[in-house]
């Protein structure tokens, strides 16, 4: 095996880990999901290329289900595209539009209110206030006799 092959390996077996807790990287510090994001790009950048190679050498074989060679590399774009689309799914967890929408409010955040019948704009912290534990960006809450719609979670 090559190194840059040893190299895919790696970050794919690291890529499956991160998936795994990926809920956990996204609530916790959203600057690891968009470290995770560039190397799901990588990751089917570099499965497109194979795939090309592959498909290129498909051409080139003789096309028989008795001929070994092709339906070794059959299978291998069958597993390469897979994985791409595997990848794919995994780049919609992670963009940034769902990243925006599972913000939730947790202990020690700063939160910006925004009131619903006046406009002003307040910012509290989530640990002061038990009502803004567990919300998400556009949810409402009760708080103080007035209605505020969550604007920011920081």
């Not at 499956?16 to 799901?40: D, F």
């Not at 069958?78 to 913000?103: E, G, M, P, Q, W």
């Not at 939730?104 to 640990?127: E, P, R």
Request: charged share 20%; with cysteine; aromatic share 8%.
């Amino acid at each position: 095996m090559r190194k840059s092959q040893i190299l895919v390996l790696f970050r794919v077996r690291i890529f499956c880990l991160i998936v795994l807790i990926g809920e956990l990287v996204i609530k916790q510090c959203p600057m690891n999901a968009y470290k995770v994001r560039s190397t799901l790009i990588n990751l089917i950048k570099n499965e497109q290329t194979k795939l090309n190679t592959i498909e290129s050498k498909l051409k080139k074989a003789n096309p028989s289900f008795s001929n070994p060679i092709f339906l070794k590399l059959l299978s291998q774009a069958s597993l390469h595209n897979n994985n791409i689309s595997t990848y794919k799914t995994h780049l919609k967890k992670f963009s940034k539009r769902s990243l925006v929408k599972r913000a939730i409010v947790q202990a020690g955040s700063q939160v910006k209110l925004v009131s619903t019948k006046i406009g002003a704009t307040i910012w509290v912290d989530a640990t002061n206030y038990a009502e803004l534990l567990g919300k998400q960006l556009g949810d409402t809450v009760l708080m103080h006799n007035s209605t505020f719609k969550i604007a920011g979670i920081y």
